[in-house]
């Protein structure tokens, strides 16, 4: 559904994403994602939007909020929302320096078991799959609503 993956507020795919991730390729979605579930980094509970406005600081408390769009998925999605979000609010390429240290800083858990390189490739590997989740998401509440709405 190109509606789907375009249309989203937030998180459509721009024309090179959908170039690499063909619409009608339902087939390569289901390759990606079970490639992504063989790199060993299991499915957790994970914010899926997760980003500056959403973390709050008391001292050395850190309070997560707004549980709103978290699922059961894979870890490295995270990393959609949180670094472009970081590279929007700071006027960062999304593939600069800063970004990057942020998308390193977050896969340090991991590098005891996988060298860098593979925790890179996973993470662009989680990008696109993650990027696809939100698309998704998004369309199954933009659904509910005009139920909603509907009524």
Known sequence: DRAILTEAPDD??????????????VAEAARLCAELAARGIGATLQHDDLHDGNVFVDGETFVLFDWGDACVSHPLHTLV??????AYRQGLAAD????????DAYLEPWTSTFTRAELVETADLARRTG????????AA???????????
């Open 81 to 86: 929302v949180m670094l472009r979000a970081l």
């Open 12 to 25: 459509s795919l721009d024309d090179d994403e959908l170039a690499r991730f063909p619409v009608s390729g």
């Open 131 to 138: 990027t696809l989740q939100r698309a998704l998401a998004v």
């Open 141 to 151: 509440i933009v659904a509910v609503d005009e139920k909603c709405l509907a009524r």
């Open 96 to 103: 600069g320096p800063a970004v990057l240290r942020l998308r």
